[in-house]
């Protein structure tokens, strides 16, 4: 079978990486791809968004499967397009329709969801100009509440994971609430949900669900924060670590009743298609476990370490998927932790240079190397993104996949290189 995955970052070369190694993969390639997806398929120059050209790549093609990558493309109706099209329906699209992918591009979709399906989740309201009074009273309400501060302000819509803000002062987050819904995140922040603030330990759990049966992947625990101890600005991810020693069998056990299951039926009683991948981002409050947000695909660094962990065939799971008998698969995961490290260009995540020769990728042992942000120019790979370079290392602990993980992260090399040396410091 000919398989074409969407997308271009490190989370696409760790799925093309799993992808590859399938009995039933014919040819696999990656659109757009990068300089690591080039090594174990074929990049084509189609972005993800590009519809038409997806269409007509994939009818000359002889694809027989279409796996998405990003949110982008699912949020903007990748599933329905191909359902609508008949030269297209018959084949299947690892991906939620576009309603299934709200869970992930709207904020406000997802809390009502939770909500109706008394799913675990924080405090909230939803606030537009129109209710912006009822959004301060809300703010001042929580100000009187036990947990009081900080204050959680979410931009309802895509805001390429900037669009969260955590505040510590009432004036300061009445004020914010107001440029937000003045446009400071553009139409992503037309509506802000508030948020009550949760206090405890997060961590990632990926579902792959058929629409009426699920499989439950390898959970990880990634980190977001650009300094060590978890502090300055948000990125898309500086490492992450799988499993999580928190989240053992009694914990997990929790998940799937209360928030697994739950999700699994309320799309169905709701008639909303899903197949594919559900990220539940998650947080543990006194040993219970409550819903953050949901993605509507992998998550980025974790997937680096989910991928390795998974010894069943990827594709043989999605042919599940995308067939309805997901429940009739074995999954089967690998008993070692993975541990990744992201370099990272300097100045990430605002302004950084791209271009800047990458070397030591040739020296590297005992770990498994995903391209984020590479590409190729004049036979050097060099950096093309914030995110460059995930270092994926296996280990019978944490600890021992990341001593790996760090020794490579010396090893490459690239002009302003950073990465965090904490990286899952509190499971060492």
Known sequence: MNILLLGSGGREHALAWKLAQ?????????????AGTATVGTNVAIAATDFDAVKNFTLTNDIGMVVVGPEDPLVQGIYDFFKADDALKAIPVIGPSKTGAQLEGSKDFAKAFMM????????????????????IDFLRLLSKAETKAPYVLKADGLA????????????????????????RFG??????????????????????TDGTSYKILPEAKDYKRIGVGDTGLNTGGMGAVSPVPFADKAFMKKVEERIVIPTIEGLKKENIEYKGFIFVGL???DEEPMVIEYNCRMGDP???VVM????????????GVAHGNLAEKDLQTDPRAVTTVMLVSGGYPGDYAKGKNITGLDKVKNSLIFHAGTAEKD??????????????????????????????????DFEDKYYRKDIGIEFS
């Open 379 to 412: 036979n050097q790979i060099v950096t093309n993104g914030g995110r460059v370079i995930a270092i994926s290392s296996y280990g019978y602990t944490i600890q021992e996949a990341l001593n790996q993980s760090f020794a490579n992260a010396e090893i490459i």
């Open 160 to 183: 390429a994971g900037k669009g969260v803000l955590i505040i510590n002062d009432l004036d300061e987050a009445i004020r914010e609430l107001q440029a937000m819904l003045d446009g």
């Open 22 to 34: 399938s009995v039933q993969t014919d040819y696999l390639f990656i659109a757009p791809g990068n």
């Open 187 to 208: 139409k992503a922040s037309e509506t802000v949900v508030i948020e009550e603030f949760l206090s405890g330990i997060e961590c990632s759990v990926f579902v792959l």
């Open 302 to 304: 974790e997937t680096e």
């Open 308 to 319: 390795p962990r998974i010894r069943s065939d990827l594709v043989d799971l999605l042919q």
């Open 283 to 285: 947080i543990r409050v």
């Open 116 to 135: 109706r399906h008394k799913i675990p989740t924080a405090r909230y309201l939803s606030v537009t100009q129109a209710n912006l009074s009822e959004g």
